[in-house]
């Protein structure tokens, strides 16, 4: 059974930090493509930040020089470091993963930046 469960969401103050993380079982996980999604109230899905089986690393203007994705292929885990938050990074944060045909997605972890 596919299971992604993410972990280390919270409330947080502008400019603090997160580190999120995403627990992987059922599938290859080296073999896949990881990525971090994020969806705000009333908006659209959208990509956060990606990281492929070799490492190379891909990130969205609106995080980029804030965050950083990493995965640890022993651990089947890969986590999300978020630095400087903003009022505007409040979402749920998904993790995904991509191999092919298939796609899986967690459930999602609230991030609520907000002083």
């Known amino acids: 059974q596919v299971q992604l469960v993410e972990s280390g969401g919270g409330l947080v103050q502008p400019g603090a930090s997160l580190r999120l993380s995403c627990a992987a079982s059922?599938?290859?996980?080296?073999?896949?493509?990881m990525s971090w999604y994020r969806q705000a109230p009333g908006k659209e899905r959208e990509l956060v930040a990606r990281?492929?089986?070799?490492?190379?690393?891909t990130y969205a203007d609106s995080m980029k020089g804030r965050c950083t994705i990493s995965r640890d292929n022993a651990k089947n885990t890969v986590y999300l470091q978020m630095n400087s938050l903003k009022p505007e990074d409040t979402a749920v944060y998904y993790c995904?993963?991509?191999?092919?045909?298939?796609?899986?997605w967690g459930q999602g972890t609230q991030v609520t930046v907000s002083s």
């Open positions: 990281i492929i089986s070799a490492g190379t690393t």
């Open positions: 059922g599938f290859t996980f080296s073999n896949y493509v």
């Open positions: 995904n993963a991509w191999y092919g045909i298939r796609t899986y």
